[in-house]
């Protein structure tokens, strides 16, 4: 018997998000990169009839990003799907992905990372291609395809970040709240224009922001420490992982909870959006825009 891994990363993400410049755009490659191993995925898998745990095992599935192990034909099936899904879903966004074969879960996943290194270097062309008669959208430098109410000419990209603004989802945010504290999109900033519906609430006249990312530090070590421990069990290899990927993304949750409970619930102002906007938070990963002032604490 031998094993077939898919793996999957997103990749240049911070490029994505901030390409246009403009927060409501932001919000929505936030919550449309968040979604991708969520709603995105769980769909992938109810198309090709497979259920995860049986037909197919997941020892990461968190942060734009999967490990992904079945059968021959399932992982050739689920790769060449997701591939075009990816693709329709977040046109724009960098990627990459590659299968593996081996003996034993650890040999494919072997397989497929170093295949994955290779594919980093693959340039995967936006389409449509912009000629130099093309018109652009003049945030992103991109090809347009649709006209949107209040930006004009836009780029398809853009306009799914718009779509999923729309929708009015609340999404992972909602992982930023504390336990007795249900926050919702309304509790959060939508806009950096003072005055316009759902701003950021400034300290006065003072209205400059700090961006704060964090991942973690020395995972890499981290990795290959448990890759040795899963050499001498290679059965046990999808599992702890797993667990582990579970254990990260659980502490990077925790954290931005009591961040939120200790710095941003105690200073609210009455009426008014929590003094922050969560960007990113998946995996080892945090991204979110803080009050200039409360962004050391």
């Given amino acids: 018997m031998s ?42 898998l109810s198309a090709l009839r497979l259920v995860e745990g049986t037909d197919i095992l997941f020892s990461r599935r968190a942060g734009g990003a999967f490990q992904a192990y079945a059968d021959e034909a399932s992982i050739t099936q689920f790769h060449a799907l997701w591939t075009l899904l990816v693709q329709q879903y977040a046109p724009g966004l960098a990627y990459d992905i590659a299968l593996g074969e081996g003996a034993t879960a650890l040999d494919a996943f072997d397989a497929a990372r170093q295949a994955l290194r290779a594919d980093t ?36 990209a853009t306009a799914r970040k718009k779509a999923f603004v729309r929708r009015g989802s609340s999404g992972f945010i909602e992982r930023f709240s504390p336990p007795g504290a249900v926050l919702g999109r309304d509790d959060w900033p939508r806009d950096l224009t003072p005055g316009a519906t759902g701003a950021f609430p400034y300290r006065g006249d003072d209205h400059t922001v700090a961006l704060i990312h964090a991942d973690g530090n ?62 990113l938070l998946g995996g080892d990963d945090l991204t979110i825009l803080v009050r200039a002032d409360l962004a050391m604490d």
């Fill in 3 to 44: 094993y077939h891994a898919c793996l999957f990363e997103a990749k240049s993400i911070q490029s994505y998000l901030f390409s246009s410049g403009r927060m409501p755009d932001v919000i929505g490659a936030s919550e449309l990169l968040d979604s991708l191993t969520g709603p995105l995925l769980d769909a992938a």
């Fill in 121 to 156: 270097s693959r340039h995967r062309p936006r389409l449509p291609a912009a000629a130099p008669i093309v018109d652009r959208h003049r945030r992103t430098g991109q090809a347009v395809e649709f006209i949107d109410d209040h930006d004009g000419r836009i780029d398809a």
């Fill in 218 to 279: 020395g995972l890499g070590q981290l990795l290959m420490n448990v890759r040795t421990a899963a050499s001498n069990a290679p059965a046990r290899f999808i599992d702890l992982f797993r667990t582990l990927s579970e254990g990260i993304t659980q502490c990077t949750v925790e954290a931005a909870r009591t961040a939120t409970a200790q710095v941003l619930v105690p200073v609210r102002q009455v009426h008014k959006p929590l003094a922050a906007r969560p960007i």
